[in-house]
């Protein structure tokens, strides 16, 4: 809410999660406008990558002592890609939750169509999310119960990458 942001006497923490900055801000001017009044009175901004952290420099010149950026990706020290097999499984891993906005249902027909094409190909998609009904049913319709597994939400420890027994190449 921009009036409150606007009207709030203590101190604002920003919180950008790519989207609102990336997508929703070069929407509208009305949307940018927001952005730029929210950046322009927090005390610290909270972003998990560079790009983020670029966009709010551009819209409100957020000086570096104000961001916090939280690592994204994987940490390479944990996890680690599998030997190369020949002739093995290719096994994705898909790690975001399962939205419209984050093209959940375009990586599974894109899956589809190379699973077609190359019959070695595997997905692990882990996590959840509202499309959980529609991508349980995508996989049953194509017929991808073997191709695709949806482990759901995962400890840490369990993930793809973290012992010889479970590695994915991509």
């Known amino acids: 809410n921009v009036t409150g942001v606007q009207t709030c006497a203590l101190p604002i923490l920003v ?5 609102d900055l990336l997508v ?16 322009r009175r927090c005390v610290a901004f909270l972003c998990d990558s560079d790009v983020v952290r670029a966009r ?10 104000a961001v916090v ?8 020290q944990e996890f680690r890609l599998g030997e190369p097999r020949a002739a093995a499984d290719v096994v994705f891993l898909a790690t975001r939750t399962w939205r419209d906005d984050y093209g959940t249902m375009t990586l599974l027909e894109a899956f589809a ?3 077609e094409a190359d019959p070695r ?6 996590g959840d999310g509202p499309l959980a009904p529609r ?21 840490e420890s369990a993930l793809p990458g973290r012992s010889e027994e479970h590695t994915s190449e991509l």
């Open 24 to 39: 929703d801000a070069v929407r509208s001017d009305r949307l940018r406008w927001e952005a730029e009044v929210a950046l």
């Open 15 to 19: 919180a950008s999660w790519g989207s």
């Open 56 to 65: 709010a420099r551009e819209l409100a010149d957020v000086p570096d002592d």
């Open 135 to 155: 991508v349980r049913q995508f996989v049953v319709d194509r017929r991808l119960q073997t191709k695709v597994d949806c482990p759901g939400i995962v400890e």
């Open 121 to 126: 190909l595997r997905l692990v998609l882990l």
């Open 113 to 115: 169509a190379a699973a």
């Open 69 to 76: 950026q939280f690592p994204w990706g994987l940490d390479l």
